[in-house]
C-alpha cells in the first residue's frame, strides 16, 4: 500500500456531514475523531454518528478513539460500520486481545500513542496491527502546531516495522498539513490525517491531492 491521506472531519461542519464528506472524493479514508470528555477535554461522535456516516458515503471509515476503556467500548465502532478502528493503548487494558477481537470481527485494528508515549515497550506487538497512529499533538483538537518533537518515534517505529518484517500502516495525526506532511513521510510514516487544513482550505480535495503528491514525492526520494 502507498501513500494515504486521511481527512480528519473534527474541523468540518457538524450541521451538515454528509455535504463535508462529499467535499473530499479522493480520501482514503475519512478519519472520524471520537471523543468522550473523559480521555480528553472534548466531546465528539459516538456509535450512532459513525453508522449514519458509513451509510452516506462509500469512503471506508478509520475511527480514532479518544476514549477511556477501550476494551469495552471499542467493539460497537466496528458493529457501526468503522473499517478501521484506532484505540489508544493509555486506555486499554489487553491491547493484544483487543487489537484481535477487532480483527476478528472484520475491521483493521490499529493502536495510538500520545506523545510521551514511547514505542519500545510494544515493540512485540506490532504483528498484531494493521496500523500505528503516532499523535503528533496531544490528543483533543484540531488546529494545534505539530510537535517536532515526534519525528524521532516515527524513523523509530518504522525502524521496528521493518526488523519485524511486517506491513502496518504508519499513521501520522496532528498539525499535519503542506508545511509538516514532508517531514512525516521522510520519517517513514505512509497514512496521513490532516484536519483544519482540509477543511480550512477554499477546495478540501484540491487540498488532498496537495497533500498526497507532497508525501509520494518525499517518499520516493527516500525510497
Ligand atoms: C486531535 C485529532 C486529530 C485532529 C487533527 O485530537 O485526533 O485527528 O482532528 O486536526 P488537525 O489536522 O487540525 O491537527
Ligand atoms: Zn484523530
Request: net charge negative; proline share 8%.
Given at each position: 500500500m502507498g501513500i494515504q491521506i486521511t481527512p480528519s472531519i473534527l474541523n468540518a461542519d457538524f450541521a451538515r456531514l454528509g455535504e463535508e464528506v462529499a467535499r473530499i472524493s479522493s480520501a482514503d479514508w475519512v478519519h472520524v475523531d471520537?471523543?468522550?470528555?473523559?480521555?480528553?477535554?472534548?466531546?465528539?461522535?459516538?456509535?450512532?454518528m459513525v453508522e449514519a456516516l458509513s451509510r452516506s458515503t462509500s469512503i471506508p471509515l478509520d475511527a480514532h478513539l479518544m476514549i477511556e476503556d477501550c476494551d469495552r467500548n471499542a467493539p460497537?465502532?466496528?458493529?457501526?460500520?468503522?473499517?478501521?478502528?484506532?484505540?489508544h493503548v493509555e486506555a486499554t487494558k489487553a491491547p493484544v486481545r483487543l487489537a484481535r477481537e477487532?480483527?476478528?470481527?472484520?475491521?483493521?485494528?490499529?493502536?495510538?500513542?500520545?506523545?510521551?508515549?514511547?514505542?519500545?515497550?510494544?515493540?512485540?506487538?506490532?504483528?498484531?496491527?494493521?496500523?500505528?497512529?503516532?499523535?503528533?499533538?496531544?490528543?483533543?483538537?484540531?488546529?494545534?502546531?505539530?510537535?517536532?518533537?515526534?519525528?524521532?518515534?516515527?524513523?523509530?517505529?518504522?525502524?521496528?516495522?521493518?526488523?519485524?518484517?511486517?506491513?502496518?500502516?504508519?499513521q501520522v495525526d496532528g498539525g499535519v498539513s503542506v508545511d509538516t506532511i514532508a517531514r512525516c513521510a521522510e520519517a517513514g510514516a505512509?497514512?496521513?490525517?490532516?484536519?483544519?487544513?482540509?477543511?480550512?482550505?477554499?477546495?478540501?480535495?484540491a487540498m488532498v491531492r496537495d497533500l498526497r503528491a507532497r508525501a509520494e514525492a518525499t517518499a520516493d526520494l527516500s525510497a
Open positions: 471520537v471523543m468522550d470528555n473523559h480521555f480528553v477535554p472534548n466531546m465528539t461522535f459516538g456509535p450512532a460497537a465502532y466496528v458493529e457501526a460500520g468503522a473499517g478501521s478502528v484506532t484505540f477487532i480483527r476478528a470481527m472484520g475491521a483493521r485494528a490499529s493502536m495510538a500513542l500520545k506523545p510521551a508515549t514511547p514505542i519500545e515497550p510494544y515493540e512485540a506487538l506490532l504483528p498484531e496491527l494493521d496500523m500505528l497512529l503516532i499523535m503528533t499533538v496531544e490528543p483533543g483538537f484540531g488546529g494545534q502546531k505539530f510537535l517536532d518533537l515526534c519525528l524521532p518515534k516515527i524513523r523509530r517505529a518504522r525502524e521496528l516495522m521493518r526488523k519485524h518484517g511486517v506491513e502496518t500502516w504508519l505512509d497514512v496521513f490525517v490532516a484536519g483544519s487544513a482540509v477543511y480550512s482550505a477554499d477546495d478540501p480535495d
